[in-house]
């Protein structure tokens, strides 16, 4: 087998390594596995769509551009806090700009009890040990590139318990923002977050551009809910325009665990969005809902993968997309129902909307069930506004802009309506609205 | 108000309009009659600007505009309500929003200033006393779960938000039983004023025993065959619609 070559990316980032000191270097476990990982993804390089889980987003563009890693002024940028506000939201704040940890937008003072929040940056500086297993992680398969990346080159992130029984609704805000630097930047983003038995939280994530720039961000996280845990994670996307974003989440639910994630995708150039979740523990419940809105020429990923492997577990996944102008979305939603997870429950609804000729949305939903009992259901589809809907609207006045916006609005909206924080419902309703062109 | 001449449509390829001409003065109610496939639905359609009807021939001036040149969303603002046969379920989208929104949007096309949220519930409280619905139906999706007679009650109240010039009631008795029927006349009956022209399509006769028309006109084949005041709905009753037929040699044939 021939060596591939290695492209501009590859070699920006594979000498930046040999420069850039990462926290937590020092630590021989920790040195050993950003090592091992970097010569991984340096050998095998960025996929190509002949790779299934790359196959409708092509990475030859990015290949051919060069990062800087890491930020040394990340500290002293300018960021517009408006750009991440949310009214009627209170709860912790940590928030990272350009991939650094910035104390200054935070707010991590009398944080609830129960609650250990922290930046990895920190946590690596005091007892390491409880993130070895995260951390010391290798990516095998051929999709993984970017998760190998992350673990060669991340040196900031979350780390974020919540103590057994403790309830932390706040919500708890991570904030990462993006902000114009002399160039293209690279960061690499690892979250740890563990909820204990019978822990509760409210989470939510905001990715966000202060001015114009064509950043890559990476982020890898990892969630664990104990026994009897209930998360409730929102995630509200709005990359700058240029920017592209790769993020991996893998939650791993306990017994009697619950789960319910919201994702509103509206920023970014190039977008990606692995979300891996094993119900490991009988009677695990997993809601997961996602709408995207692209335009431009923006191109957006999710591949999110479901894994029933006890008795008795259920998972119910809503997603929502709209492409307009010559965007491009995908989704696809594979759940498994491995051999004895007898009892499971498995739904999916995949509804697209195409609002123009030139944009393309690839949808496709998988079930494999090896499994006795198993109530399933599925469905995909990719279709136009409502003629009739249009015409109602616009006999009673409405200009047909904001009439495509209303309905596209509504079309989406259905995702929202089981957010249960009322501030935060009404925050992703305003984005989306705002993100809408009404004219 | 409104001048209807010689108007020739397609829809499909296919002529259904061929030469209808009428006239509507404000204060007005004017019924339009006819068995089915004569080109009534075709005819609110045609007014309210909706996809896929083309017209051929003929002109329709509206207060001195273009009718037929207009936008559906700037016919409305003109003052052209089309009351729906089918009204839309959009669920998604909160009633109330949607008539503000409705609302403001024909504002401000026509220049004037926007109602705020407290204005606009004033306003909408007003109408919801007139018309006798209650305000449940306003938290609720639009038409979304309707009854038949929720979603005809729903049009004539969103006639009363937007105070339209010229209300066009297309088969608004259809699907109704008779309860139904007299609050639906009812409401309409409390927007008649002498500013505001009514063109009320119908089938049955039935709809005028509580919309009382000043004209009645009789379509078949795309044109109007026959005018007169509201014993003309009477006739048609007792006769049906082939005693028109009869009298119109040029129609037996079409109507056949």
């Known amino acids: 087998m021939s060596e591939p070559q290695r492209t501009p990316f590859v070699e920006s980032l594979q000498d930046a390594a040999a420069r850039v000191q990462l926290a937590g270097s020092g630590i021989g476990w920790l040195d050993a596995a950003r090592r091992e990982n970097l010569e991984a993804f340096v050998a095998a390089g960025l996929p190509d769509t002949r790779t299934e889980a790359w196959k409708y987003t092509a990475l030859r563009a990015l290949g051919q551009r060069r990062f800087a890693l890491g930020d040394a002024q990340a500290a002293a940028r300018a960021v517009d806090a408006a750009a991440f506000a949310l009214p009627g939201v209170d709860g912790p704040v940590l928030a990272f700009v350009n991939g650094v940890f910035r104390a200054d937008l935070s707010r991590l003072n009398a944080l609830p009890a129960g609650l250990d929040l922290q930046p990895l940056s920190q946590a690596l500086r ?129 017994e009697d665990a619950q789960a319910r994630l919201h994702v509103l995708e509206l920023g970014g150039a190039l977008v990606r969005h692995d979300l891996h979740a094993t119900l490991a523990g009988d009677r695990a419940r997993l809601a997961t809902g996602g709408v995207f809105v692209l335009r431009g020429r923006q191109h957006m990923d999710t591949q999110m993968a479901i894994r029933h492997q006890a008795l008795d577990t259920a998972s119910e996944s809503v997603w929502r997309g709209v492409a307009d102008e010559r965007s491009r979305g995908v989704y696809r939603g594979a759940i498994v129902v491995a051999p004895g997870a007898d009892g499971s429950d498995a739904s999916l609804s995949s509804k697209n909307l195409l609002l123009s000729g030139q944009a393309e949305i690839d949808t496709k939903p998988e079930l494999e069930i090896y499994a006795d009992e198993v109530k399933a259901a599925h469905g995909a589809t990719v279709g136009q506004l409502d003629e009739r809907s249009l015409f109602y609207l616009r006999s009673r006045g409405i200009p047909l802009g904001e009439a495509r916006a209303m309905l596209t609005a509504a079309f989406c909206r259905a995702v929202f309506a089981s957010v249960s924080h009322g501030g935060l419902r009404e925050a992703l309703d305003q984005r989306l609205m705002a993100h809408l062109p009404s004219a | ?67 037929l040149a207009l936008e559906p969303e700037a016919r409305a603002a003109a003052g052209v309500f089309l009351a729906f046969q089918y009204p839309v379920e959009i669920p998604g989208v909160n009633n109330t929003y949607f008539l503000r929104a409705a609302l403001n949007a024909q504002r401000k096309q026509r220049g004037e200033p926007e109602l705020d949220s407290m204005q606009f519930l004033k306003l909408v409280r007003e109408k919801l006393k007139i018309m006798q619905i209650s305000d449940e139906l306003l938290h609720r999706a639009v038409n979304e779960g309707f009854s038949g007679g929720e979603k005809k009650r729903n049009e004539i109240f969103q006639m009363a938000v937007l105070e339209p ?28 004023s002498p500013e505001r022209g009514f063109l009320v399509i119908t089938h049955y006769q039935r709809l005028l025993d509580y919309i009382e028309p000043d004209f009645v006109h009789v379509l078949a084949d795309g044109r109007i065959v026959q005018s007169g005041d509201k014993t003309l709905a009477l006739k048609l009753e007792e006769q049906g619609y082939a005693w028109v037929a009869e009298k119109d040699p040029a129609l037996s044939g079409a109507s056949a």
Not at chain 1, 200 to 207: A, F, I, P
Not at chain 1, 220 to 238: S, Y
Not at chain 2, 19 to 27: A, I, M
């Open chain 2, 1 to 67: 108000m409104l001048k209807i001449e010689n108007l020739h449509a397609r829809v499909e390829g296919k002529d259904i309009l061929k030469g209808l001409t009428l006239t509507v003065n404000p204060g007005e109610v004017h019924a339009i009659m006819g068995p089915n496939g004569a080109g009534k639905s075709t005819l609110g359609n045609v007014l309210s600007g909706r996809d896929g009807y083309e017209v051929t021939e003929g002109s329709v001036i509206f207060n001195g505009v273009d009718l």
């Open chain 2, 165 to 192: 010039k010229l209300a066009i009631l297309d088969e608004t008795d259809s699907g109704l039983d008779i309860d139904a029927l007299k609050q639906v006349a009812q409401g309409v009956n409390a927007l008649r």
């Open chain 1, 126 to 254: 005091g007892d390491a040990e409880p993130l070895r297993f995260a951390l010391s992680r290798h990516y095998r398969e051929g999709g993984d590139a970017f998760a190998r990346l992350n673990a060669a080159l991340a040196g900031d992130g979350v780390v974020l318990r919540v103590a057994a029984g403790a309830k932390v609704l706040g919500p708890v805000q991570l904030v990462f923002v993006g902000a114009p630097a002399e160039g293209d930047l690279a960061w690499h983003l690892r979250h740890v977050i563990e909820l204990g038995e019978g822990a509760e939280l409210s989470l939510v994530e905001q990715h966000v551009a202060s001015g114009a720039q064509q950043h890559l961000g990476t982020q890898v996280a990892d969630i664990v809910l104990r026994k009897g845990a209930r998360l409730d994670h929102v995630t509200l996307q709005q990359a700058a325009a240029g920017g592209t974003l790769v993020r991996r989440d893998s939650l791993h639910l306990g």
